[in-house]
């Protein structure tokens, strides 16, 4: 059902003008900005200038500060960019108007979802200034694990993929902006964090606690971080970013009747 | 025909929103909505469209069950809602654009530059939409619905909230149109449905009460004729004008006399043979017809009789 969508060129034209009015409102408003900034101070802030994580102070030539410290800004950040997907477009009676247009819902979804994650990323991008920072100090120069930084990477990019879909569905759930906001941070935290405090209750057998903790996103993220590509935490990722967008989409027709 | 409705429900919990409303419209066409509110206009204009769903009955617009063919038929429909809702945060052009896109107009440059113009936005089109008066706000709403020059245009209440200069202005746009489109519209304003409207659908508590050209509604409902006449010397005993051949029901307040007859026996000759005859100056007789307001309130009351609230 999914593949067959992105066949299509000719029906990818509306989701491409959905795709672009949702880039052109986050930098019409501050949003954009803000999310990009606040990023990028609290980032460079734990990097290079708080002592406890500076990677000035430590001992080797690594990025695992920002890989270990990005899910928890994100955890926050994201829904505060998703929050006003659905939520804003309820409130203000927009979203009716684009369900009476020639467009189909999954058009209107993967333009939003393309478009937060594209905001995401540009935030993330000049994260690579640091990656050249750090290459730069090491002694000798450039002695760093470009490998697992790349690996590190990736798995950063599956985790934005599934907390952009998680924040979309807070959003939709609700006409309330920070209602979606504070939703969207909940959901991400139990998908992310939840399974791991839950597994390591003195409750299970090893075989239940790897079982739970499986569930929860922070272990296939930890997975891919250490630089082994995983097939099967691909298709978790994956199976995670399909699900809540089809959550999504199925917690607005409802609402259509 | 344009668009055809047959036996189309909505129901809402154990509230019939719209019950069985059958009609069809077409080309050349303007279809004046009436109706109080909470009648289910708004639900039946956004079932057509394609948003909400019928519970059942069938919706066709240009020969494609909606149902169905939901992204085809809506190809051919330009919407503008009783709310009006739009990107604030965007250019007036930029919005424009976006819904070219939307509809994947070939010219999209012409075709906006011809929506400014005709809508009057033109000094408008690189302001924010948030901006803008409410009377500019509609225009753009217009503009965007007809935009992909649909067929059928579905306009709710498309005049609320417009001053005079603006609603003249609303309404000659629609009606310019009407040659080449199918257009069904709602309103409070009965003047509104006399200027523009061929044919008026009257609904009530969900229910279809009336579906006729404007003149034969008016025949419809009066199957009598009022008279309003007005005595100078009034004798001490009460004239009898319901002993004259004709005269259906006389009622009186002060010395004017509320008199019904039947439609096609003026009574008007008999009733100044009669005055002269008891030496009653008339100093008024003026025979009124009923608009399209009394109409609809007769109607609209008569359903709500059952029911009083």
Known sequence: ?257 | MSVVLSGVSKIYGKQKAVDNISFTVGKGEILGFLGPNGAGKSTTMKMITGYLKQDAGTIEVMGLPVSHHETESKKHIGYLSESNPLYKEMYVREYLQFNAQIHQISKPKSRIDYLLESTGLIKEANKIIGTLSKGYQQRVGLAQALIHDPEVLILDEPTSGLDMNQLVGIRALIKSMQAEKTIIFSTHIMQEVQALCSRVIIINEGQLIADDPIEQLQARISGDQILHLEIANLPATSPDFASIQGVLGVERQDNLFIISFEKDNDVRPAIFNYAVKNGLVIIGMQLITRDVAQIFQQLTKKQGDGSNL
């Open chain 1, 1 to 257: 059902m999914w593949p067959r969508y992105f066949n299509n060129s000719q029906k990818s034209k509306e989701m491409g003008a959905i795709y672009k009015k949702e880039i052109a409102a986050f930098f019409s408003s501050l949003t954009g900005y803000i999310v990009i900034g606040v990023f990028l101070i609290i980032l460079g802030l734990f990097m290079f200038i708080f002592p406890d994580t500076s990677l000035l102070e430590y001992d080797y030539a690594t990025m695992d500060q920002l890989f270990s410290i990005a899910p928890l800004v994100f955890l926050f950040l994201i829904p505060a960019v998703t929050m006003r997907s659905f939520a804003e477009e309820k409130q203000r009676g927009t979203l009716e108007y684009l369900y009476t247009k020639p467009i189909k819902g999954w058009q209107i979804m993967w333009g939003k979802y393309l478009a937060n994650l594209t905001l995401v990323l540009i935030a993330l991008l000049p994260t690579l200034l640091y990656y050249y920072s750090v290459y730069q100090l090491g002694s000798p120069q450039g002695n760093l694990d470009s490998g697992a930084i790349l690996g590190s990477y990736i798995g950063l990019f599956f985790l934005v993929g599934a907390f952009v879909a998680i924040g979309m569905f807070a959003s939709a759930i609700s006409d309330n902006q920070i209602v979606g906001f504070i939703l969207g941070t909940l959901i991400c935290f139990i998908v992310h964090w939840a399974f791991l405090y839950l597994a390591n209750l003195p409750l299970w057998g090893v075989d239940v606690s790897n079982f739970i903790q499986s569930l929860g996103l922070n272990s296939h993220y930890a997975s891919i971080s250490k630089g082994a590509l995983d097939s099967r935490d691909i298709i978790y990722f994956i199976s995670v970013i399909l699900g809540f967008i089809w959550l999504t989409q199925w917690t607005i027709e409802k609402e259509r009747g």
